[in-house]
């Protein structure tokens, strides 16, 4: 990262945090933009995206919000929309919108929060694995059907879940978005990053 000046320092961090939702009409195009390539590569990799066990790609970009929640926006929208395929799957249909969404939703906003660039990647695998686990077990009742109590199946499947968001963020996403704030000239500009611009790892 250059030598940019971190606003969280000048203005406080919670001050910086509520100016982020000040929309503008480049955040109503980014978030487009994140939202559009959120659904895109939801789809494309729709084998990992959907189900008791998944590894969704497309949740590699929850990263930016650790650098500007606003973001949360577009990722919440783009989880709304390919949570849609769910219902044409008769996998999980409107529930999984809702409470996809909210998990989604939840972890954006709560990211920046955490100092820690690292650990802040944790939170979205927390929130993911303990909603969707709860609606796998309760909603679909797998754990009928898996031969194992109510208690372990959620435990087994809050575990999948759990690992596949950390293959996606906390390594994917952690990794490359590390090396593009530390190795790549102007990044902050170009992605309208605006918080925690000197993280810690």
């Known amino acids: ?3 940019s000046v971190d606003s969280t320092k000048k203005e406080g961090f919670f001050k910086s945090y509520l100016s982020c939702f000040r929309m503008k009409t480049k955040d109503i195009a980014a978030n487009a933009i994140i939202a559009a390539l959120y659904v895109a590569l939801t789809y494309a990799f729709s084998f990992l995206s959907y189900g008791p066990f998944q590894c969704r790609i497309s949740e590699f ?4 919000c650790f650098f500007n929640p606003n973001y949360a926006i577009g990722l919440t929208i783009g989880c709304a929309l390919s949570n849609i395929y769910s219902i044409t799957s008769g996998l999980l249909g409107p529930f999984d919108i809702l409470f996809g969404s909210l998990a989604t939703l939840s972890a954006c906003l709560l990211m920046p929060m955490v100092r820690s660039f690292f650990f802040s990647t944790l939170i979205p695998c927390l929130t993911n694995g303990i909603i969707l686990s709860l609606e796998f077990t309760f909603l679909l009742g797998l754990d009928a059907t ?5 208690g372990i199946y959620f435990l087994v499947q809050f575990g999948w879940i759990f690992l596949g968001e950390f293959i996606a963020i906390s390594i994917f996403g952690y990794l490359l978005f590390l090396t593009l704030t ?4 102007g990044i902050e500009k170009t992605l309208n990053l605006r918080l925690n611009l000197s993280y810690r790892f």
């Open 146 to 150: 898996s031969g194992l109590s109510t």
């Open 61 to 64: 970009l929850m990263v930016l």
């Open 182 to 185: 530390k190795k790549v000239k």
């Open 1 to 3: 990262m250059n030598e």
